[in-house]
């Protein structure tokens, strides 16, 4: 191959700068540039651009040219985006059906709820040192035994207990949190705990005041578990060097100390739910935590009581229950009901007055034939089944009776009571469905999708589309103002809606609150939008 150019100057006399002529062999077009002599006293660059059109039509320079002319005109600059939100290429579906069926999520078929709230793979080396340095200190301050819970058997959901723990300490802030498994499962844990919590305490404090309205109650509990309130238990319990191993708590800011102190909280109780149940969430939150019911900080504020002259349960007479008495309590073989002294709490003993009363004779059969009532229950001895028909019954009376019509001469005839609980269980419930339906979702995707799946306009629909509104008992002049006002009438069905949830649950527990939420009422029959976090 042979190389050939030339380089020749060419002179002009009238001209003040020279004119250079380079041309080669690799290209057929000449190219001249004029080069100012240093003496010039214009300094000037001149360049002769060689039109586009004048190429050949297969001319590789001709495509280029056009090529960046059209993405300069059509194609505006834009921002890179950050590399945390490129997308990954989707894993094959061999890969993808591995790593699903290698997940801890579906180890224990026993325990779908736990299953779902373990961790999406497992721990590695990282994960395995916490617990080596940390897990028996949490474990001492909670009062558990320092033997590692893998040693137990299968057929015990505790065997989790050590990983759960373990995520319930990682909160966002922590240095943990980069790890995908390991964030997912805390707020995952988190999400199941808050609702677990309100359920408990909206329990005992029904049982430990029976002529109490909910409003004060909401306010006690507030002032036990307010996420202001937090830090106090968490120290209390000598657990703020795990949540803050490098940091002084009582030195930091309130915006950056409250919030992973809640999440961690929060995920604790989840934890000690999934593995041991109520009556243990019960202990540490009064003895570990030392929260004291009757503490001055703890008292609602002081409001007008209406006076109430009836009767409550022998069980709650002259006594105010601890919360050993609630976390002990098992209902005999031979109870009429699965939470029968929640029932009691919830349904006074004077609404055997309203048997066999107009609701009770026309409305009720209509009530409980929509609700699928009575189930069929295996019972020793028939007289059991019939009396639970009976306060059944008079539950559901309860429960359709607005506090327009008796609060105020007997304030505990009215669905507030019931409504309270209902509302608790009802979030538990869409909580622990949520959680097993979406194994791979977050705790904070599923606490927008929970939000929006429970909106009070959804709920107060659905008691309407099964024409149950119209078993409403109101007072005579609350009735003539809600009759053509749609928007008062609504709160009143979200609240009794709320209610049968509240009596499903204290009457035969919570899995007929699943069977009214998801076969009768059909609470995912509104999908939501599309939840973008």
């Excluded at 065997?159 to 498994?181: G, I, V, W």
């Excluded at 304030?411 to 469905?433: N, S, T």
Aim: aromatic content about 12%; proline content about 8%.
């Amino acid at each position: 191959m042979e190389l050939s150019s030339t380089f020749t100057q060419v002179s002009t006399p009238s001209s003040s700068y020279n004119t250079y002529s380079f041309s080669s062999s690799f290209s057929p077009f000449p190219t001249q540039i004029r080069l100012i002599t240093p003496n010039s006293r214009n300094f000037r660059v001149l360049a002769v651009a060689v039109d586009p059109q004048e190429l050949p039509k297969n001319s590789p320079q001709r495509l280029l040219k056009e090529l960046s002319e059209r993405k300069r005109v059509t194609s505006p600059k834009k921002k890179v985006p950050p590399k945390r939100f490129i997308l990954r290429p989707p894993l094959d579906d061999n890969r993808l059906a591995q790593r699903f069926l290698n997940s801890p999520q579906l180890s224990l078929k026993s325990f779908p709820l736990l299953s779902s709230c373990l961790p999406s793979s497992r721990l590695n080396n990282a994960d395995k040192a916490w617990i080596d340095e940390y897990l028996l200190e949490a474990k001492q301050a909670l009062g558990y035994p320092l033997e590692p819970s893998e040693r137990l058997g299968d057929d015990n959901p505790a065997k989790q207990f050590d990983t759960l723990l373990y995520m319930a300490f990682q909160h966002p802030s922590c240095e943990r949190t980069n790890a995908r498994h390991v964030r997912s499962a805390h707020s995952r844990l988190w999400f199941l705990g808050q609702y677990v919590l309100e359920l408990g305490l909206a329990e005992f404090f029904l049982q430990r005041y029976p002529r109490e309205s909910p409003g004060p109650m909401r306010e006690r509990v507030f002032a036990l578990i307010g996420k202001r309130y937090l830090p106090r238990w968490i120290k209390a319990a000598s657990l703020q060097n795990l949540v803050f191993p490098f940091d002084d708590m009582d030195k930091l800011q309130r915006k950056e100390r409250e919030p992973p102190v809640k999440c961690v909280f929060w995920a604790l109780f989840g934890a000690i739910y999934l593995c041991f149940g109520m009556p243990e969430v019960y202990r540490v939150l009064f003895e570990v935590f030392g929260m004291d019911p009757e503490a001055e900080d703890c008292q609602p504020r002081l409001r007008r009581q209406l006076e109430d002259v009836d009767y409550v349960s022998v069980e709650f007479e002259d006594k105010k229950l601890s919360w050993q008495d609630v976390a002990v309590y098992r209902p005999p073989e031979d109870a009429l009901f699965a939470h029968p002294r929640l029932f009691r709490a919830c349904v006074p003993p004077g609404m055997h007055r309203f048997r066999g009363n107009i609701w009770d004779y026309e409305s009720r059969p209509q009530v409980m034939r929509a609700l699928g009532y009575p189930l069929k229950m295996t019972d020793r001895i028939p007289d059991i089944t019939e009396a639970r028909n009976i306060e059944l019954g008079l539950g559901l009376q309860l429960a359709f009776l607005h506090p327009s019509k008796h609060k105020f001469e007997h304030p505990r005839f009215c669905y507030e009571r019931l409504e309270y609980v209902g509302q608790k269980i009802q979030d538990l419930v869409m909580a622990e469905r949520l959680l097993m339906k979406h194994l791979d979702a977050p705790g904070k995707w599923l606490a927008e999708r929970h939000r929006r799946l429970l909106m009070n306009k959804f709920c107060g629909r659905y008691l309407r589309e099964k024409r149950l509104h119209q078993f409403i008992i109101y007072s005579e002049q609350v009735m003539d103002a809600y009759e053509h006002n749609r928007r008062l009438r609504n709160p009143a069905t979200t609240a009794i809606q709320q209610a049968i949830h509240g009596l499903s649950y204290t009457v035969y527990g919570k899995p007929d609150v699943r069977r009214l939420m998801f076969e009768v009422f059909d609470f995912e029959q509104t999908q939501p939008k599309a939840v973008n976090v």
